[in-house]
C-alpha cells in the first residue's frame, strides 16, 4: 500500500524567505503528483501537476520537482509572503489508470509578517 | 461556476438520520470520487466511479453508498449517521486516460452529526 510522508508537518518563517517542502512515497513507481492547496476548512486547490513523462513544473513562485528514482517530490516557494500560509497536500497515483491518488497528511506553512 | 460543486457545504445532522451529499461537475470527466478528511489522519478515499455503470469502493466505504446518476452527478448517502463520520467531505473528479490533467476537487462540505 502506498503511503505518502510530508515533512516538516508544519513550518513558520519570516516573509521573503525561500522555502522547501518535502513529500515522499514509499513506492517509487509514482505516474503522476499533484501538488494541492488547502486553506483552513477549505477546499483543495491545484497548484502543480507532474505528469508521467515530466520532472519538473513551474508556475509564478512555485517549482515542484519528482525524483522517480527516489519515490521523492519537493515543492519550493520562492520569496515567499503571508498569503501563502495555508497547508499543502503532496498526492500521487502509481501506474496509468489508477484510480487511487495518495495523500500525505500535509505541511502547515505560516509566513510570519 | 466551480468546475465541481458540492451542495449542501454546511450540514449538521442527528445520529441515526439519513443524509445525502450531492456532487455535480462540468469537467465533463469520467471519473468521479468521493474524500473524507479527519484531523491527523489526511484524506481517505471512500468510493469512486469509473463510469454511470461503475462504482467501486474505496478505503473506507463502511457506512455509505453512492450513486452516480450521471456522468456530471455523484452522490454520498449515509445511511445512518453516526457522531465518527463527522469530518469535512471532498468530491473530485479526473480525466479517464492517464490522469493527464490532474484531480480536480469541490469546495468540500463539512458534515456534523451529534
Known amino acids: 500500500k502506498q503511503e505518502v510522508t510530508q515533512i516538516p508537518a508544519a513550518l513558520s518563517v519570516p516573509e521573503g524567505e525561500n522555502l522547501v517542502l518535502n513529500c515522499s512515497f514509499t513506492d517509487s513507481a509514482i505516474y503522476n503528483l499533484q501538488w494541492f492547496r488547502q486553506d483552513p476548512g477549505k477546499g483543495l486547490t491545484s497548484l502543480l501537476l507532474?505528469?508521467?513523462?515530466?520532472r519538473e513544473q513551474t508556475s509564478g513562485r512555485l517549482n515542484a520537482s519528482l525524483d522517480k528514482s527516489s519515490g521523492r517530490s519537493t515543492l519550493y516557494i520562492a520569496a515567499s509572503q503571508p498569503g501563502d500560509s495555508a497547508t499543502y497536500l503532496c498526492?500521487?497515483?502509481?501506474?496509468?489508470?489508477?484510480?487511487?491518488?495518495?495523500f500525505g497528511k500535509g505541511t502547515k506553512l505560516s509566513v510570519i509578517p | 461556476d466551480a468546475d465541481v460543486t458540492q451542495t449542501p457545504r454546511n450540514r449538521i445532522t442527528k445520529t441515526g438520520k439519513r443524509i445525502m451529499l450531492e456532487c455535480s461537475q462540468t469537467k465533463g470527466h469520467d471519473r468521479m470520487y468521493w474524500y473524507r478528511q479527519d484531523p491527523g489522519l489526511g484524506l481517505r478515499l471512500i468510493y469512486y466511479s469509473f463510469d454511470v455503470k461503475d462504482i467501486n469502493k474505496g478505503e473506507i466505504s463502511d457506512g455509505y453508498s453512492v450513486s452516480r446518476q450521471a456522468q456530471a452527478k455523484f452522490s454520498l448517502s449515509l445511511e445512518s449517521a453516526i457522531p465518527n463520520q463527522t469530518a469535512l467531505y471532498f468530491c473530485?473528479?479526473?480525466?479517464?486516460?492517464?490522469?493527464?490533467?490532474?484531480?480536480?476537487f469541490g469546495s468540500g462540505t463539512r458534515l456534523t452529526v451529534v
Open positions: 473530485a473528479t479526473s480525466d479517464p486516460h492517464g490522469l493527464s490533467y490532474g484531480y480536480t
Open positions: 507532474i505528469q508521467s513523462s515530466q
Open positions: 498526492a500521487g497515483n502509481s501506474g496509468a489508470g489508477s484510480y487511487q491518488l495518495t
